[in-house]
């Protein structure tokens, strides 16, 4: 059998997607809560009404069999200023998510910040103001006094890496001081770690960022060369200073040749070092390809879009041998095993899947998803894990993206990535009634059989 018997078979959402109930239980605005919505798709005031549906879901997650289930906590409902006072109707309704995972025996794996930084720290500066530092940490330790006798697994920051790279496409910031931005999320991180060794000495921390392989787009050396500055921008230099408490050299250099402001004092390089997470956890959707890139012009410019390039490094090109999703992502899971292969090998910790998944126009008919596109995608990519694990990559937990259809950032209710169906659209709310989707059924079964049958 390739994965061990405690192998946690989990699913995955985030508060400000799936809970709704946005102003309810004494909460506070996020910036989730306040950002311009795309046109033509919803807000985020009801998404599936989790919020008020919490025991129908986890009843029917535990049908599923889960024995994990990774979601976030809302910051605003707990601080809802921020780092103000303590909300108690916000402290209970966590308190009744994670009693009712423990009455099933469902591993609650917490998320503790997912996209939605409290508005009231954004109009301050959000993550520009080191006050938005002491809030987390302060944060952090309300969630480990509260929750800490039951939660072992504690994740910091999900895809602060995006965040860094993309914040203006996910509304959560964009600047030209955006790696100084990630330096204090960096140090946010640090502190939360370090407060969880020293408060919950049986807990286990980690980040969650979106990793994946970068490729070059030929043999070249100048290709293969790019995809080392592509791969350090898009992934190691979150994942070297959050293990090792250093900054890639490679990453300071694109830094520096775009005109970002970044500085670091020898404190916060202490405390960055003093920080050591328990396993990595990451999100993995699919790989990128990269060819050299030529320096346009001597000026300095920062180009805050920089996922798709940095001047004069590398600059991102489709992969001819990936087919593509409905929304033109590429599909690649052997991607998958070449990115914990690659994660494994420069860490040397247990890893986590905290997402992966596909997003795609389901159709409800006669109560019925017919979802056998995702069914195809999970089970390659379980495929790819588990002979990952047979090469002794040591892995924790799979939770695919998402538990239960909910909001995606960019479509609504248009791009559904679940194993139970959400009977809305985003023009209205409909029923919210639940269905379970064919996946549902072929997961169960993987769970069930520990990996073993995947057809
Ligand atoms: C990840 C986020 C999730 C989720 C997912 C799917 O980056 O952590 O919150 O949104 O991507 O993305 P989308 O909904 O844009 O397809």
Redo the contacts with the bound molecule.
């Keep these: 059998m390739a994965f061990k018997k405690d192998f946690l078979w989990g699913a995955s959402t985030?508060a400000y997607?799936v809970e709704g109930g946005y102003n309810e239980g004494g909460k506070g605005a996020s910036v989730q809560d306040v950002k311009k919505i795309p046109d033509g798709t919803p807000d985020f005031k009801v998404c599936s009404d989790h919020y008020h549906r919490y025991k129908e879901d986890i009843k029917l997650f535990n049908e599923l069999g889960l024995k994990a289930y990774r979601f976030s906590i809302a910051w605003t409902r707990i601080l809802p200023t921020g780092d103000g006072e303590v909300n108690k109707e916000g402290i209970d309704f966590y308190n009744n998510i994670i009693n009712e995972c423990k009455k099933y025996n469902i591993e609650p794996i917490v998320t503790m910040y997912?996209?939605d930084l409290p508005y009231e720290l954004d109009k301050v500066g959000g993550w520009s103001n080191d006050k938005t530092v002491d809030a987390f940490e302060k944060f952090a330790k309300v969630l480990f006094e509260n929750y800490g006798d039951r939660v072992k697994y504690w994740l910091t920051i999900?895809?602060q890496n995006?965040m860094t790279l993309m914040g203006s496409v996910?509304g959560t910031g964009d600047s030209s001081e955006i790696y100084q931005d990630n330096h204090r999320m960096l140090l946010a991180q640090a502190k939360a770690m370090i407060l969880c060794h020293k408060m919950l000495p049986n807990a286990k921390i980690g980040p969650a960022p979106?990793i994946s392989a970068v490729y070059p787009n030929s043999n070249t050396p100048e290709d293969n060369l790019a995809a080392q500055y592509a791969n350090v921008h898009r992934n190691w230099q979150f994942l070297d200073a959050c293990v090792f408490g250093i900054y890639n050299k490679l990453a300071l250099e694109m830094i520096k040749s775009q005109g970002y402001k970044l500085e670091i004092s020898e404190d916060d390089i202490k405390i960055l070092k003093n920080a050591k997470p328990d396993f990595i956890a990451f999100?993995y959707?699919n790989t990128s390809t990269v060819k050299a890139s030529q320096k346009i012009n001597d000026s300095t410019k920062i180009d805050q879009q920089n996922m798709s390039g940095v001047n004069g490094f590398f600059e991102q090109v489709d992969n001819k041998n990936l087919q593509k999703t409905e929304?033109g992502?590429e599909v690649d899971p052997v991607g998958f095993r070449v990115t914990l292969n690659e994660i494994y090998s420069r860490y040397n910790l247990p890893l986590m899947i905290t997402?992966n998944?596909l997003?795609a126009y389901d159709k409800l008919e006669d109560g019925k998803v017919h979802d056998d596109y995702r069914i195809k995608y999970l089970k390659d990519h379980i495929e790819q894990m588990r002979r990952a694990t047979e090469s002794g990559v040591e892995i924790l937990s799979y939770n695919p993206?998402?538990a239960i259809d909910l909001?995606?950032?960019?479509?609504g209710f248009l791009?559904r990535?679940g194993f139970i169906y959400v009977d809305r659209d985003n023009e209205s709310e409909k029923t919210l009634n639940r269905y379970k989707k064919d996946s549902f059924f072929w997961y169960k079964k993987v769970i069930e059989s520990n990996g073993e049958e995947l057809d």
């Design positions: 985030s997607q997912h996209f999900n895809e995006i996910i979106n999100n959707y929304f992502w997402e998944g997003g993206w998402s909001i995606s950032t960019h479509e791009k990535y």
